[in-house]
Structure formats: structure tokens, C-alpha cells
């Protein structure tokens, strides 16, 4: 087996750049071998080497979705400048679908539909940072009703603008006797009154999950239908939702974005602030919410299920973790694709053990989609934005 040493190796177009020197040698699936000849795929199948490029599969799951390291991706060659990669054969790895490999599904249609693309790309909420303006453009602060003095509305949860008349938020943001009265989309600032690119709509209908209920935790995503659609601009747009339902790489970086606690001596931010979060694998997060609280309020049964997921941020020098606390409740947990020029939604902020001291359970929006689809896009006509 032989080493080899290259001091750039460019894939994809420039796509990844890998600079200084690597080892590919533990790395390959087999001596090496030709563009073209057959090889072990990721999954045990037959594959073909080649250069990842021209590897639908890769290209999805690599650099798309980011279901795959690329370290995990058996290589199986080199040429003068590039390394080749065991491309599954196949029909179905052959096949680019829309975020998670499903371009069938409505939610994936109704994302080639959106009139936008990322005005920002965006990069909180413990040891975060102030969003600009149309940095996190599909996302709705929740009012509700008040007797505050000076105070039209009294803001509590997140919400993301996923169909021109739908919002996507936690179930626990819409009980039945606390539910909000208004949306807002387009500003940074919710106190800011006067600021002309605020959008406000009442709220027509809510949809709380049939299988939630306030004594768990459990399926903590609702609904809710918009009495008038916002109108896109460069502050307000939709989001697509993520349709794979399982982790990203724990090293891909996702996002979380909203007005809620900035520290823990409960303060709130009436500016938009955003942080940096990183996947925890779901084994590895069930074994810590175990080890911390084990099912004291009875509001996890079952432990961390399948249809959650778990991110946490990364310490700060003031000791600290990024990550979203308890007032973001129904905000996105998302990230930014350049090549798909879309925001994708992957998670709904639901719990967490407190602010910034540990993985933040959001529910993983695609093992909802099957409940989604019927509601925010009944007919071919509501896929149009």
C-alpha cells in the first residue's frame, strides 16, 4: 500500500480545498486504482471509482445534506491532483434529490418554488452575536396578549415562515389558553415599533401536533396558518424544510436564531441574536440528559427519542457553551446551503437542561413531515409562493 503526499488536492470545482499535506494510505478501499474500475461503496455495495465531482451520491450526501464526512468516504485512487472516490452504482445513488434524497416529496417541490434565494449567509443565544438585517430572513417572533404597561405585545416564543401561509413552531408556544394573537417577520429589533421593514399578521389557525400533549415532551412541533401571507422582500423570506432524518456530522455547523434569554440571570434581548451549534449524536445525548436528570418531571418517558435532535454549541473563554435557551422556545435550528442558494429548516428549539450548559433537544422537523405536507400543502396550487 502506498502513501501519498500532495500539498493541495481540490475537489470539486473548489468546493473543498485540502490544504498541506495528508496520508491517504489508511484511507484506501483497495490498491489503488483507476477512474472507472469497480470498487467497495460506503454501504458495502459495488461501486465505481471516480472523481467525487462526478459522484451524484457524493455530491448529495458529502456536501449537500452532510449526512457523510468526507473522511468516511472510502478512497479508492488518485489522479496526478485529485483523489477518486467509490461511488455506489445504482439507480438511487445515482439520483441528486432535494435534501435528503426525497425530490417526491411536497416539502421538497414547494422549496424549488420559493422567489428567493440566501440574501445572507448566514454563520445564538448564550455568548452569540447581533444578526443583520436579512441575515435570518424566515424567522417570526410570537406576541401574545398583555397588561404590561407600554407594551402592545408581549413576545415569547420563535417561529419559522416555512409556506406563504404557515408557520412552523413548538407545540408548547400554542396551548390552548396562552396562545399568541399576532406574527411578526422583518425586523431585528421587536421594540422597534416604527421600523419600516416590520411585517405583522394575525394568526387564522393553530395546528399543535395530535400526539403532543403539555405532561411530555414529546412531539413538541405545531402549526399555525397565517390570516395574511407575508410579503417577501429582502428581510422576509421562507425556509425549506430538511427532509433527512438522521444527524448531520457532528463537525457541520448548524444555527439557532432568536430574541430569547442572553444570559442566565433570565434577561431578554429585543434584538435578533444568533449562535454556532454542532450535532450531538442522539446515543450520546440520551446517555447525558440520563446521567443529569434521569426522568425526575416525567416528561421523558422514554428517554431522548428518534424523532428529537440534539445540538450544542462551543465553550467560550468566559466558560460558557453556545447555545439557545428556554425563551427561544419554537425558534429554527437551521443552516445555510450555498449550492441549493436555500435555508434549510432541520429542527424546532423545544428544551434544554438550562442556558448554555448543555445539548439543547430541538424535534428534527423531517419525522414530521408525513403530518406537514397534508396540512400546508393539500393540492399542487398550494406549492406556489
Not at 483507476?34 to 462526478?54: H, I, M
Not at 468516511?72 to 439520483?95: I, M, N
Not at 450520546?284 to 428529537?308: F, H, P, T, W
Not at 397534508?374 to 406556489?384: E, F, N, R, T
Amino acid at each position: 500500500m502506498r502513501s501519498v503526499r500532495s500539498t493541495v488536492a481540490a475537489l470539486i470545482g473548489g468546493l473543498f480545498v485540502f490544504s498541506g499535506a495528508f496520508d491517504l494510505s489508511h484511507r484506501l478501499v483497495e490498491e489503488p486504482s483507476e477512474e472507472g474500475d469497480n470498487c467497495v461503496a460506503q454501504d458495502g455495495s459495488s461501486g465505481t471509482c471516480t472523481l467525487p465531482n462526478k459522484c451524484p451520491w457524493f455530491v448529495q450526501n458529502v456536501i449537500h445534506v452532510k449526512r457523510v464526512s468526507y473522511d468516511d468516504v472510502p478512497k479508492c485512487g488518485f489522479t496526478r491532483d485529485d483523489v477518486l472516490v467509490c461511488c455506489p452504482k445504482g439507480d438511487e445513488s445515482s439520483r441528486i434529490g432535494s435534501n435528503g434524497n426525497q425530490p417526491h416529496r411536497k416539502a421538497g417541490q414547494a422549496c424549488r418554488n420559493f422567489p428567493w434565494g440566501i440574501s445572507y449567509i448566514a454563520q445564538h443565544i448564550i455568548e452569540g452575536v447581533e444578526a443583520e438585517d436579512g441575515e435570518v430572513p424566515f424567522i417570526a417572533a410570537l406576541g401574545y396578549s398583555t397588561s404590561e404597561t407600554g407594551r402592545k405585545y408581549a413576545w415569547g416564543c420563535g417561529s419559522s415562515w416555512i409556506a406563504k401561509k404557515f408557520l412552523l413552531t413548538a407545540a408548547h408556544c400554542v396551548r390552548v389558553n396562552q396562545r399568541p394573537i399576532i406574527a411578526r417577520m422583518g425586523t431585528l429589533n421587536l421594540e422597534a415599533d416604527n421600523d419600516p421593514h416590520a411585517q405583522d399578521s394575525a394568526l387564522k389557525k393553530f395546528y399543535p401536533h395530535p400526539a403532543y400533549t403539555s405532561k411530555s415532551k414529546y412531539h413538541d412541533i405545531a402549526l399555525i396558518e397565517l390570516v395574511t401571507p407575508f410579503t417577501y422582500d429582502q428581510n422576509v423570506n421562507t425556509i425549506c424544510l430538511h427532509m433527512d432524518s438522521q444527524d448531520m456530522v457532528p463537525s457541520h455547523v448548524l444555527k439557532a436564531s432568536g430574541w430569547g434569554l442572553t444570559d442566565t440571570d433570565k434577561s431578554r434581548s429585543d434584538i435578533l441574536l444568533r449562535v454556532d451549534l454542532n450535532t450531538k449524536p442522539l446515543d450520546m445525548c440520551a446517555q447525558e440528559y440520563r446521567a443529569q436528570v434521569g426522568d425526575a418531571s416525567g416528561k421523558l418517558s422514554s428517554g431522548v427519542i428518534k424523532e428529537q435532535y440534539c445540538a450544542i454549541g462551543k465553550r467560550h473563554a468566559s466558560g460558557k457553551r453556545g447555545d439557545s435557551c428556554i425563551g427561544d422556545s419554537g425558534g429554527p435550528l437551521y443552516y445555510s446551503d450555498s449550492q441549493a442558494d436555500r435555508f434549510f429548516l432541520v429542527g424546532i428549539t423545544s428544551f434544554g437542561l438550562g442556558c448554555g450548559e448543555s445539548a439543547s433537544i430541538y424535534t428534527r422537523v423531517a419525522s414530521y413531515l408525513d403530518w406537514i405536507e397534508p396540512i400546508v400543502w393539500p393540492d399542487d396550487a398550494s406549492l406556489q409562493s
